[in-house]
């Protein structure tokens, strides 16, 4: 494939040896050009950059390439990237990468799992020393709710279908899913939530979205019940969150994301028995599988193209 321009990639959090490497082999003699972290500097010509592959590059790191016709985004969740107002007028993607998809679903597979099967009691026994059971539920007994049903969401909902959950699924627009009972539209959300023993949030972060669940909408989940959020902090009225887990009205949660990240040392919830903790990885840009969409949406541009998975920055996602 002939490659015109080059591509600048900006991450303080990704290796740029893999992704380099990924994407000349995807795309070969393209010219990839690593930004320094943390002020975004870039050796060579800035002209001759076309495309710029990021996450959360500093202010004003687009307006240094005059011929910018492409960015990229480095995962799937794009609310840090289209809340600038640096944003250049050029099309704008994110990744779309089958085994982000399923890097999540495993996640979400083992959270749903651990709070059906009561493993957080059975871990508080072991540290007590205490042998006590809990006698096993079924699973078509317990009614998973995964609010939010876009890509990873869906893959999310149908892997937990298929080990025999009774599965519901919230969005904001309607969808059909085989074996999910999908409801839809803000009007569905407070019966939906009502019938989730264990609560999925794999919502995308939006002016819309943004603390969608406070406490009265958290008040409306089934008393004990799981709570699991993969999605974004924000999206979760942190504070109302730590209030009923404290309280017991929610039993459990297991927590990837957060309203400040990395999770603050005073956060009480790093101390709390009936919560897990875990660095925003349950889904994370696999260099070796996303480097072949990423040439793809660059061949696209070039030749006139519309690119796929673009981002509307308007409707934020």
């Known amino acids: 494939m002939s490659v015109g321009g080059a591509l ?35 050796e060579g010509d800035p002209a ?59 996640f979400v597979l083992f959270a749903v799992l651990r709070h059906a099967r009561d493993i ?8 007590e020393r205490r042998w006590h059971y809990l006698h096993p539920r079924v699973a078509g007994e317990i009614r998973v709710g995964v609010l939010g049903l876009g890509e990873l969401g869906a893959a999310a909902a149908l892997e937990i279908a298929r080990h025999g959950f009774d599965v519901r699924g919230w969005s904001r627009s309607p969808k059909t899913l085989p074996g999910i009972a999908c409801a839809s539209g803000i009007k569905a959300l407070p019966g939906f939530l009502a019938a989730a023993d264990i609560l999925v949030v794999m919502l995308p972060l939006t002016p819309q979205t943004r603390g969608l669940l406070d406490a009265e909408r958290l008040a409306l989940l089934p008393e004990g019940a799981a709570f699991i959020n993969v999605a974004r902090g924000p999206v979760v009225d942190e504070a109302a969150l730590i209030g009923a887990l404290r309280a017991g009205r929610i039993g459990a949660a297991t927590l990837d994301v957060f309203e400040v990240e990395p999770l603050p040392a005073e956060s009480p919830l790093w101390g709390m028995e009936n919560v897990l903790v875990t660095p925003h990885l349950a889904s994370v840009a696999i260099p070796a ?20 998975n673009r981002v509307d920055p308007g409707r934020g996602y």
Do not use: C
């Not at 599988?289 to 796929?308: D, F, M, P, T, Y």
């Open 8 to 42: 600048v990639f900006y991450s303080a959090f990704d290796a740029p040896g893999e992704w380099t490497a990924a994407l000349k082999a995807a795309m070969p003699g393209l010219d990839v050009r690593v930004a320094r972290v943390p002020d975004g500097a870039v």
């Open 48 to 106: 001759q950059v076309e495309t710029a592959l990021v996450w959360k590059p500093p202010h004003g790191f687009f307006s240094a390439f005059p011929n910018l016709s492409l960015v990229i985004n480095l995962g799937a969740g794009v609310d840090a990237l289209v809340a600038r107002d640096d944003l250049p007028d050029v099309p704008v993607t994110r990744l779309s990468d089958p085994h982000m998809a399923q890097m999540m679903a495993s």
């Open 120 to 127: 957080p009691a059975f871990e508080k026994a072991q540290r």
């Open 289 to 308: 599988s996303a480097a072949a969409q990423i040439a793809e949406n660059i061949r696209r541009v070039k030749a006139g193209e519309a690119v796929l």
